[in-house]
């Protein structure tokens, strides 16, 4: 099996775990993974992460054009702006529309510069600081433009009203991350009220440091 066809049937099988997991439903959320020779698949829009077809994805050169499959993901600029600003650092980026990071982010609590609060290490490790952005329309180009303002800092952001976004350095980073911070979110909002004993500076200094995470304001 070629590099490309592998891909294809790693972001697909993905794809269906996260909706038979209920971190994604219907035909929301998009995948999309850096292939070797520069180019990306993308999972089409409209489509739903239960049955995707690997011969249907989307796919672009290295010059950003697509060259085959159905039409893209109609969030093509946000997943854009991730491999713009983290070059070599940016393998594939997942977007969902998971139950809990929605609920968190409507919430005024929530910090806008590290929406998820430090109460397990592997979130640090995984995520460092996820930035909450404003709200934006579906597919509007915008939100390409707040993620290049981040000049690359956060591998994760969290759009409100709408859903987590999470780049890796390939495929299956991306996925753990994006689940990590599902589960994180979750957490947070079972302690609501519950004055959870969160990391101190000491202990998210040793995790940053032990595991160079990005941990960038």
Known sequence: MSAEAALREAICGFAKSLFERGLTSGASGNISARLPDGGLLVT???????????????RFDAAGTLVEGDRPTKEMALHGAFYETRP?????????????????????ETDPENALPPLTAYAVMKLGKVKLLPYFRPGDPAMGDAV??????????????????????????????????????????????????????????????????????
């Not at 299956?172 to 101190?200: D, I, K, Q, S």
């Not at 998210?204 to 304001?217: L, S």
């Open 44 to 58: 089409p829009t409209g489509s739903s992460f239960r049955d995707l077809d690997p011969a249907r994805l989307s």
């Open 88 to 108: 070599g650092r940016t393998g594939a980026v997942v977007h969902l529309h998971s139950t809990h990071s929605v609920a968190l982010s409507l919430l005024p």
């Open 148 to 217: 290049r303002g981040l000049a690359g800092k956060r591998s994760a952001v969290l759009l409100a009203n709408h859903g987590p976004v999470v780049a890796g350095k390939d495929l299956e980073a991306a996925v753990y991350a994006m689940e990590e911070l599902e589960e994180t979110a979750r957490l947070a909002l079972l302690l609501r009220g519950c004055n959870p004993r969160l990391l101190t500076g000491a202990q998210i200094a040793d995790v940053v440091t032990t595991f160079d995470v990005e941990w960038k304001d």
